[in-house]
């Protein structure tokens, strides 16, 4: 009787354990779920807020790009302005010179006297800006014309009228054109013509001695006869000598006088024949063979210069004279 009624009992617990298995099957569904749904939303969440964050941040740089195009534009007003200011101001400047000018102008031309001595004034000028250019063009007189157009450059210094403005700066380039030139050849070869004249009589008037020794008929007979060659011979009787310095200083004399010329082809040959005399009145040694090597530089000198074109500011001053 008992055995019949003790076998239920594990029927009744394998039930109650399967529901406790299914019970908690669930709870573990629906706590997965609900874990999906909240991670699911999560993330929904993360991603709203990135495009928010994204659509802030891009807003940002277009505000950013907008100042920076205003700022931009702010500078470019700003440079223009300024630029606008710069104008303003020069053209003020130029205004108030311009009527400095137009006042100074009415004052001279107010003073009849102050009026009269411009005139003279510039009368010079005229004859010093026409005599440095025949000077030049005629004569070739380089520091003539640098000195008639200096003065000229003085006298119209003291011209007060700014109308002659124009006319002082085409001076200035004339001078300018003159000075590019540098030292006369004609002078330079002229003091070079004079040192080397200078230094010939120190030439040594002896042949220096040798030391090769002489043989004994020529020893003997060196007091009794002496040999030369007449080729190249050295003058030195007196009178030979006396005539050929004479000559000598005749050809530097007309070497000078070809200088003064500007005639090259004259002073070249006056040189050449200069060197024939300083053979026959010297004999070789170290000094004369400087000497001559210095002659030969000085005939391979240039004596003209390329002139510039001169006359602008001449023909400018009369154009304007003959204006007013």
């Known amino acids: 009787m008992s055995d019949t009624t003790d076998t239920p009992v594990p029927s009744r617990r394998r039930g109650g354990s399967a529901l406790a298995w299914l019970l908690a099957l669930a709870l573990l569904v629906l706590a997965g779920g609900y874990g999906w749904h909240r991670w699911q939303g999560e993330r929904a969440a993360q991603a709203q807020a990135a495009g928010a964050d994204r659509q ?4 940002l740089e277009e505000r950013l790009d907008a100042l ?4 931009r534009a702010q500078v470019a007003r700003l440079q223009q302005a300024e630029a606008t200011n710069r104008l303003l101001r020069d053209e003020v400047i130029g205004f108030g010179q311009r009527a400095a000018l137009v006042e100074e102008t009415l004052q001279s031309l107010a003073d009849p006297e102050r009026s009269g001595a411009q005139a003279l004034r510039l009368d010079e000028v005229e004859l010093l800006l026409a005599q440095g250019q025949q000077r030049l063009l005629l004569a070739g007189d380089l520091d003539g014309a640098r000195r008639a157009y200096a003065l000229a450059a003085q006298l119209l210094d003291g ?18 054109a003159l000075d590019a030139l540098g030292d ?6 002229a003091g070079q013509l004079e040192a080397f004249a200078a230094g010939l009589p120190a030439l040594p008037q002896q042949a220096p001695a040798t030391s090769d020794a002489q043989a004994w008929w020529e020893r003997a007979f060196s007091k009794v ?15 030979d000598r006396a ?17 003064e010329r500007r005639d090259e082809a004259g002073y070249r040959a006056a040189l050449a024949r200069a060197d024939g005399w300083i053979l026959r009145l010297w004999p070789d040694s170290a000094e004369r063979r400087r000497q001559r090597a210095a002659l030969q530089a000085l005939r391979e000198r240039a004596l003209t210069v390329e002139l510039p074109a001169l006359g602008s500011t001449l023909a400018q001053l009369r154009q304007q004279r003959s204006a007013r």
């Not at 802030?56 to 807003?59: D, K, N, P, T, V």
């Not at 006869?225 to 009178?239: D, L």
């Open 243 to 259: 005539a050929g310095l004479a000559a000598l200083r005749l050809e530097l004399t007309l070497a000078q006088a070809a200088i």
């Open 184 to 189: 006369d050849p004609k002078v330079v070869a």
């Open 225 to 239: 006869v002496e040999v030369q060659p007449s080729a190249g011979a050295v003058a030195v009787e007196p009178a």
């Open 68 to 71: 920076r195009a205003d700022q």
């Open 56 to 59: 802030r941040l891009q807003a």
């Open 159 to 176: 011209v007060a009228d700014p109308a002659w403005l124009n006319l002082r700066q085409a001076l200035v380039q004339e001078r300018s």
